[in-house]
């Protein structure tokens, strides 16, 4: 992650148009807004300072020559952890923006993935991030496959350049994860650093450094108990995998695509074979001496958002059924009034008072917008509605400027940066959900 810095970004012409409107401008659109629980005039505000944002934080980066998505003024990059993911979220509802954001929606989803596969280096690394004048590999930090979120964009846009690039740039760093990630050849993904799960001051990483030696992800730490066997940089893996199978079967390669499935297959059993704790119903790392790394963290939300336990497994369905029953559906752990928060209420590390940019406690915009691909598979529809209307509810009150909250009092508590992209993307991707929209995604 990155302090707060200055950038010299150029705003698209197109985004700076709608920031120069009025309010009640930026909501006059062709098609209907979501259907808001009630009249206040709070909601609607919210959504023009949704889209406001979203259109203020479409810029052109230095290190890239298209218009991309960031963060916002606190975090001013694109992440290959959540960028993509938002890029994708932001199209799947571009009908509900105004128009110069509907314009274009698509090119930005493309170029919110082109920009890391054309920075590439030629081992196969993807980059962790893109700022204005640098160009980050000094971590993994991955979570929401880049492979997927691609394969999604690509059937949205029907774009087949955009199929081509990611196959072949996502199956060299699937390459490049196993040559350089899997130092002690178990078959699952090696955690090196905190920022490698992209979750700064967890406790799950106490007193582990936050980058590589030299910015070098290729490259461990010097520290006790490294590497770890990660359960979510594993996960991604597989979710990746899987979409690389899609894509192959698109593109023809039958013989591939049966590979790419099979090597999932070989880390979801791994994942679960040894990183999963039956007694705690929970899934942690494991250092390097065979002990699991006991902090109940959002890394379980992070496993299942890749699907890894499997319906159709009468076995998987028990682990799912232990995991929220003890875990996500406990209200002493993260069934939070506000779900979910990153460390579990009752675990020991949980951290207050909550400090700023932290992942040892606060309810997490970007966890809340990954919730979508996982809940509805799970059959949790009716919990995720009400997960919905407690985030939406809260971001009406505050604005879509913070990116963390109190779990249990749904306030705010890091306000100082404004403009984030995914709290944002939270309020309209839940606003449009809650309204009935046909082409729930």
């Known amino acids: 992650m990155v302090s707060r810095r200055s950038f010299m970004t150029s705003v698209v012409g197109i985004a700076a148009g709608v920031l120069t409107q009025s309010a009640p401008a930026l909501t006059d659109l062709r098609n209907p807004l979501p259907i808001f629980p009630n009249k206040d005039a709070k909601w609607k505000r919210s959504w023009d300072q949704a889209t406001a944002t979203l259109a203020g934080n479409t810029r052109t980066l230095g290190t890239y020559s298209h218009p991309v998505l960031i963060e916002g ?11 993509p993911t938002e890029a994708l979220v932001n199209l799947q509802w571009k009908q509900y923006l105004p128009e110069p954001q509907r314009e274009v929606a698509d090119k930005v989803a493309i170029a919110n993935h082109m920009a890391f596969f054309e920075l590439q280096r030629p081992d196969g690394q993807i980059p962790a991030y893109l700022w204005d004048k640098k160009v980050g590999f000094g971590q993994i930090q991955m979570v929401v496959p880049i492979a997927a979120t691609a394969w999604e964009t690509s059937r949205i846009t029907k774009n087949q350049q955009l199929l081509e690039a990611a196959y072949t740039a996502c199956s060299r760093w699937d390459a490049w994860l196993r040559r350089y990630r899997d130092t002690r050849k178990t078959g699952l993904v090696e955690g090196f650093c905190t920022y490698d799960t992209g979750q700064d001051n967890s406790p799950r990483w106490a007193g582990m450094p936050n980058d590589c030696p030299g910015e070098d992800a290729r490259v461990l730490p010097d520290a006790k108990g490294l590497p770890r066997l990660s359960p979510d940089l594993s996960a991604t893996t597989y979710g990746a995998r899987i979409a690389l199978a899609s894509m192959a ?4 390669k039958n013989s591939e695509a049966d590979s790419w499935l099979e090597r999932a297959e070989g880390i979801r059993k791994l994942i679960v074979e040894k990183l999963y704790s039956p ?6 790392d494991l250092d390097s001496d065979n002990k699991f790394v006991r902090v109940r963290s959002c890394v379980i939300c992070r496993v299942l958002g890749e699907h890894v336990l499997k319906l159709d497994s009468r076995s998987d369905r028990a682990i799912f059924e232990n995991v929220w029953e003890k875990q996500l559906h406990n209200k002493k752990a993260f069934w939070a009034p506000f779900p979910f928060p990153s460390v579990a209420l009752d675990d020991p590390t949980f951290v207050r008072p909550i400090t700023p940019n932290s992942w040892g406690g606060p309810s997490q915009a970007l966890t809340a917008l990954r919730a979508p691909r996982w809940m509805p598979y799970y ?32 306030e705010f508590t890091l306000k100082e940066w404004g403009q984030y992209s995914p709290t944002a993307l939270v309020y309209i991707d839940f606003s449009c959900r809650l309204g009935g929209a046909k082409n729930l995604t």
């Open 73 to 83: 003024p606190g975090y001013p990059g694109v992440w290959m952890e959540c960028g």
């Open 249 to 252: 079967k698109a593109l023809g």
């Open 279 to 284: 007694e705690d119903g929970a899934f942690y």
């Open 379 to 410: 059959g949790k529809s009716k919990e995720m509605e009400h997960l919905m209307r407690q985030w939406t509810a809260a971001i009406a009150n505050s604005g879509v400027d913070h990116p963390q909250m109190d779990p249990v009092t749904g």
